[in-house]
């Protein structure tokens, strides 16, 4: 199974390991790909109504034409078991598409054009902690799918 | 103020920069202690509520006479802007003291003796992403108090 994420920016140096450890760890359940788009410009020149259009411009150029679960703070709250079956279900398809927000969110055409929306919590992550989280509910998705031990 | 978070086992290697970067910023702000309690043993010879028991003991010792907020599934969920206000709250009284349960969950001890209990998300995380979140939400709440930017 393929697993697209879009996440906008770059990741800081800080989280890079973290990133890597799951990266590596998911290569036996699925053939990943992280893909970094371009942020929307810059709030000291620009409003972020303007750099949010722009950013999800560059997000959808990016998907093509898939469809895609968009990470979203106003979206549904899902467990991790529930988390699980839904990967189970996209890979009957053979593929899946996560969008995270950048670092003001996410636009409203993203989230009308999204799947299906989750929300990781009611608090507000950085888009690259987000980006963590994901892999690791991904990770723990193929662990319970597999029925293999996880304590962690 | 003091702020001391209380997590049992230890910090693996691919989390110690992400966990650094945060105890690094957090100094402007808070005099940070974090205490790693041992595990309560191996679920191949012990069950589960006798290795909980242990984890309560050793975190129960680490806390002293401090009352403690204890991230916990099933807990109260919060926002960034709750949670910031729950900091702000306890500056006052110049201490706070987090709990963050092991790798099986919290002891119904715990529970019990908690002040509070918070819930990050329906999603079951890691305890270890666990602290790398609390932390980012420490500093994320500082900001939100202080009012200085924070878009990331």
Redesign the interface.
């Given at each position: 199974m393929k697993i697209k994420i879009i996440v906008p920016g770059k990741l800081?140096?800080?989280?890079?390991?973290?990133v890597?450890?799951y990266i590596k760890r998911l290569k036996r359940f699925a053939k990943l790909e992280i893909i970094y788009t371009k942020l929307g410009g810059d709030?000291n020149v620009m409003d972020s109504k303007t750099i949010l259009n722009k950013e999800a411009q560059n997000i959808l150029n990016a998907i093509g034409k898939a469809d895609f679960i968009l990470l979203d703070l106003h979206g549904e709250?899902?467990?991790?078991e529930q988390?699980a079956r839904m990967i189970e279900t996209d890979r009957l398809k053979g593929n899946m598409t996560f969008v995270i927000g950048g670092?003001?969110g996410v636009s409203e055409l993203l989230r009308d054009q999204a799947k299906r929306r989750i929300s990781?919590?009611?608090?507000?992550?950085?888009?690259?902690?987000a980006l963590?989280?994901l892999l690791?509910?991904i990770f723990?998705g193929f662990k319970i799918i597999m029925n293999e031990k996880y304590?962690?």
């Amino acid at each position: 199974m393929k697993i697209k994420i879009i996440v906008p920016g770059k990741l800081s140096k800080h989280l890079k390991s973290a990133v890597d450890f799951y990266i590596k760890r998911l290569k036996r359940f699925a053939k990943l790909e992280i893909i970094y788009t371009k942020l929307g410009g810059d709030l000291n020149v620009m409003d972020s109504k303007t750099i949010l259009n722009k950013e999800a411009q560059n997000i959808l150029n990016a998907i093509g034409k898939a469809d895609f679960i968009l990470l979203d703070l106003h979206g549904e709250k899902v467990t991790s078991e529930q988390f699980a079956r839904m990967i189970e279900t996209d890979r009957l398809k053979g593929n899946m598409t996560f969008v995270i927000g950048g670092p003001l969110g996410v636009s409203e055409l993203l989230r009308d054009q999204a799947k299906r929306r989750i929300s990781l919590s009611d608090l507000t992550f950085t888009h690259e902690l987000a980006l963590l989280i994901l892999l690791e509910q991904i990770f723990r998705g193929f662990k319970i799918i597999m029925n293999e031990k996880y304590h962690y």
